[in-house]
């Protein structure tokens, strides 16, 4: 078995703080609740976690001897890293498999990674 990081990427803007209204995101709550509980019913799910906004982040960038500490993403982008699953699973078939359904579940860009 081989650990994978399925990293989910929200679009990026002004108005990311807020909510989307409950009609939205109701369906795909329950989506990925359900398929959360597959992965655990599976054996395959390692761990998961929704971040809060990019805006909350702390970078700290070695200058010499030196550690700067800035605000804010690493970079500036269009989307950002809202939430992460990591699982366990046979190969990158399975894996992508796994990243596919969480895709459709949230309406959002997964992207899938073999850990080291």
């Known amino acids: 078995m081989s650990q994978y990081l399925l990293s989910i990427y929200q679009p990026y803007g002004e108005t990311m703080e807020e909510f989307p209204d409950a009609e939205f995101l109701e369906p795909i709550i329950r989506e990925v609740t359900a398929l959360k509980e597959d992965m655990h019913r599976q054996g395959v799910w390692v761990f998961d976690g929704g971040l809060h906004a990019p805006t909350t982040a702390t970078v700290l960038r070695p200058q010499g001897a030196d550690v700067v500490t800035t605000d804010g993403p690493f970079a500036e982008a269009k989307e950002h890293l809202g939430g992460l699953t990591v699982i366990d699973v046979e190969d990158l078939d ?23």
Do not use: K, S
């Open 94 to 116: 399975a894996a992508l498999a796994w990243g596919e359904r969480l895709a459709r579940a949230t309406t959002l860009p997964v992207e899938v990674r073999p850990f080291q």
